[in-house]
């Protein structure tokens, strides 16, 4: 099943989304389900590679393997069924629940994602470069113009 389907309660959507295969979608207004379901455990997926399809949101079952994934849009929900979670399984994630071309852009930028997401690590990064410059600034260009002049 390929096509959207409508459904007014959470409780409904989510039974007949696991009955579903893959690639089927449910929508939920908004006016019928204001938030997100009670009975699911989510986290907001921030991925760089989730397919957000013009959605302002994009949440994931907290669950490795076969899970459902919630976009928000501002009158209505969509949900999915996703084979693997790219917050614990990146790889069978690419290979199984996305396109290829943006397969390929996601494994290839996943070490660059993993490395920024950290703070710490992206002000040490930055910090590094500036020390790297300062010091290629004197110990190559200063000494240089000083060797010119004299």
């Known amino acids: 099943m390929g096509g959207d389907v409508t459904l007014n309660s959470w409780g409904q ?3 007949a989304i696991r009955g579903f295969g893959y690639g089927a979608t449910i929508r939920v207004p908004k006016v019928a389900e ?36 919630i976009r928000e849009y501002p009158d209505h929900w969509t949900v999915q069924r996703d084979r693997s979670n790219p ?39 930055t910090a590094q470069a500036t020390d790297l410059s300062m010091a290629l600034f004197a110990d190559g260009v200063v000494p240089f113009v000083n060797a010119v002049l004299n």
């Not at 071309?101 to 992206?122: D, G, H, Q, R």
């Open 87 to 125: 917050h614990y399984r990146p790889v069978s994630h690419a290979r199984g629940d996305i396109p290829a071309t943006t397969a390929a852009v996601s494994v290839a930028t996943f070490p660059v994602f993993t490395a920024l997401s950290s703070l710490e690590l992206a002000g040490q990064l």
């Open 13 to 15: 959507a989510i039974a």
């Open 34 to 69: 204001p938030t997100l379901p009670q009975s699911v455990d989510l986290r907001l997926s921030n991925f760089p590679w989730s397919i957000h399809k013009g959605a302002t949101r994009v949440y994931r079952e907290n669950t490795p393997g076969d899970h459902l994934q």
